[in-house]
């Protein structure tokens, strides 16, 4: 008995069970428990029900008694992030908006290498530290999970600085962190010879050492007119996949290509899909690859919004994640990304909801977080409202009262 706690009252629980991982939703579908409790037991959800009736069956739990009206949602799920880098990009923000092309500001120094540049200036305990610091203000807004990808490495040695620092920053963190391998973000300037031969030292020099270390179980790639084709990057996937690595892709931003390439080879996730045609949408829609919305890219950017609407009609998993990043989304606001694709692409409140919890820790392979449900991982926000639509409505200005991880309250 000695480990249980009973949270409540909590006057909306919003436990997200029931909903399925594909297709639209209603927020008819949407389960509100009024008057709830949570019992945790360890890291894990025992069990949840009404306050009252929860306070007899469970006299002997540590009773942690909320006062005022509370709204209960799962622990945010970030599933795309690129949250560890060193230095800043308000240059390119400033001049974007100031009307220069995408080659002037790269002529200015600007781009994803100028954030090489400067992540790979920073130490290892640099980088994990400014790592621990984003995690945490994410956490402070919900995000109890969030995937980290690497990138502003690009160079074998580089890389693996950036993934160990990743692994370095989860002991000043409660937040999980999910470490990706974005080895194949662009071939790096300082790299002579092709791109597949880039890849190909990636893959040969890089994979077994992610192994060894037990660095990172997943491997992204930018596939990009200005990164890399479906060809280039087709075999180097397929070896990451022959090793036993998850897939994820950074798909149809600018152009389509990537989609089919992450479909074709089973990816977790495919993720942007902003330049998505009906074509890849229908191809997605049928896959059980999650699309992947980054609002935060097309704000950051003042670029088109990720045909959400369309690929949950068409029977889609759609996640949303933010991107954070210093170049293209520099916001790193889940809730209010969210909220605004939402206002675009008429997204219902369930759906975003799902999108930022269940749904995009399937785009992680992750099934044991993303509901208050019995038996998940106890990870759950409490925001300061009576009703669940103030915290989309608010556009990310309503901020958590208090955050649960692993069964504990982390803030
Ligand atoms: O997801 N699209 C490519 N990569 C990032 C941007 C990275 C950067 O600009 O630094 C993205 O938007
Ligand atoms: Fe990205």
Same mark, same amino acid.
């Given at each position: 008995?000695?480990?249980?706690?009973?949270?409540?009252?909590?006057?909306?629980?919003?436990?997200?069970?029931?909903?399925?991982?594909?297709?639209?939703?209603?927020?008819?579908?949407?389960?509100?428990?009024?008057?709830?409790?949570?019992?945790?037991?360890?890291?894990?959800?025992?069990?949840?029900?009404?306050?009252?009736?929860?306070?007899?069956? +469970?006299?002997?739990?540590?009773?942690?008694?909320?006062?005022?009206?509370?709204?209960?949602?799962?622990?945010?799920?970030?599933?795309?992030?690129?949250?560890? +880098?060193?230095?800043?990009?308000?240059?390119?923000?400033?001049?974007?908006?100031?009307?220069?092309?995408?080659?002037?500001?790269?002529?200015?120094?600007?781009?994803?290498?100028? &954030?090489?540049?400067?992540?790979?200036?920073?130490?290892?305990?640099?980088?994990?530290?400014?790592?621990?610091?984003?995690?945490?203000?994410?956490?402070?807004?919900?995000? &109890?999970?969030?995937?980290?990808?690497?990138?502003?490495?690009?160079?074998?040695?580089?890389?693996?600085?950036?993934?160990?620092?990743?692994?370095?920053?989860?002991?000043?963190?409660?937040?999980?962190?999910?470490?990706?391998?974005?080895?194949?973000?662009?071939?790096?300037?300082?790299?002579?010879?092709?791109?597949?031969?880039?890849?190909?030292?990636?893959?040969?020099?890089? +994979?077994?050492?992610?192994?060894?270390?037990?660095?990172?179980?997943?491997?992204?790639?930018?596939?990009?007119?200005?990164?890399?084709?479906?060809?280039?990057?087709?075999?180097?996937?397929?070896?990451?996949?022959?090793?036993?690595?998850?897939?994820?892709?950074?798909?149809?931003? +600018?152009?389509?290509?990537?989609?089919?390439?992450?479909?074709?080879?089973?990816?977790?996730?495919?993720?942007?899909?902003?330049?998505?045609?009906?074509?890849?949408?229908?191809?997605?829609?049928?896959?059980?690859?999650?699309?992947?919305?980054?609002?935060?890219?097309?704000?950051?950017?003042?670029?088109?919004?990720?045909?959400?609407?369309?690929?949950?009609?068409?029977?889609?998993?759609?996640?949303?994640?933010?991107?954070?990043?210093?170049?293209?989304?520099?916001?790193?606001?889940?809730?209010?990304?969210?909220?605004?694709?939402? &206002?675009?692409?008429?997204?219902?409140? &369930?759906?975003?909801?799902?999108?930022?919890?269940?749904?995009?820790?399937?785009?992680? !392979?992750?099934?044991?977080?993303?509901?208050?449900?019995?038996?998940?991982?106890?990870?759950?926000?409490?925001?300061?409202?009576?009703?669940?639509?103030?915290?989309?409505?608010?556009? !990310?200005?309503?901020?958590?009262?208090?955050?649960?991880?692993? !069964?504990?309250?982390? !803030?």
């Amino acid at each position: 008995m000695g480990n249980k706690k009973l949270i409540g009252p909590i006057t909306q629980l919003l436990t997200l069970d029931q909903l399925p991982i594909k297709g639209a939703l209603k927020d008819e579908q949407l389960e509100i428990v009024e008057q709830a409790g949570i019992v945790v037991e360890g890291e894990k959800i025992l069990k949840t029900g009404l306050w009252t009736a929860l306070k007899t069956e +469970f006299l002997q739990a540590e009773l942690v008694e909320l006062k005022g009206d509370f709204v209960a949602i799962p622990g945010l799920v970030d599933c795309h992030t690129h949250i560890c +880098f060193g230095g800043s990009r308000a240059r390119d923000f400033a001049m974007r908006n100031a009307g220069k092309s995408y080659l002037e500001i790269a002529q200015a120094g600007g781009g994803i290498w100028d &954030t090489v540049t400067q992540t790979r200036a920073l130490s290892l305990d640099e980088l994990a530290a400014a790592t621990a610091k984003n995690a945490n203000r994410h956490l402070s807004e919900g995000v &109890t999970t969030i995937e980290v990808k690497s990138g502003y490495g690009l160079s074998v040695e580089e890389e693996l600085k950036m993934l160990r620092a990743i692994q370095k920053a989860k002991a000043s963190t409660p937040a999980d962190l999910v470490p990706t391998c974005l080895a194949a973000h662009m071939k790096p300037r300082d790299f002579e010879g092709s791109p597949t031969e880039y890849l190909e030292r990636m893959a040969n020099q890089l +994979f077994p050492v992610l192994e060894e270390e037990k660095l990172s179980g997943r491997i992204d790639a930018f596939v990009e007119k200005s990164a890399f084709s479906p060809e280039e990057i087709t075999p180097y996937l397929e070896k990451a996949k022959a090793l036993g690595f998850d897939l994820t892709v950074h798909a149809d931003q +600018f152009t389509a290509g990537g989609s089919a390439v992450a479909v074709e080879l089973g990816a977790k996730s495919a993720d942007h899909l902003e330049a998505s045609t009906d074509t890849e949408v229908k191809l997605l829609a049928k896959s059980d690859t999650i699309a992947v919305a980054l609002p935060g890219a097309s704000i950051g950017l003042g670029c088109a919004f990720t045909p959400a609407r369309k690929i949950l009609d068409q029977g889609g998993a759609l996640a949303i994640a933010s991107d954070w990043n210093p170049g293209s989304a520099p916001m790193g606001d889940l809730i209010a990304q969210a909220s605004i694709l939402a &206002t675009f692409e008429k997204l219902s409140t &369930t759906e975003v909801l799902a999108g930022i919890s269940f749904r995009a820790a399937a785009a992680l !392979g992750l099934d044991d977080r993303g509901k208050i449900t019995s038996g998940k991982l106890a990870d759950f926000v409490l925001f300061p409202t009576s009703d669940y639509r103030e915290i989309l409505y608010q556009q !990310g200005k309503l901020k958590p009262t208090m955050v649960w991880k692993n !069964g504990k309250k982390v !803030g």
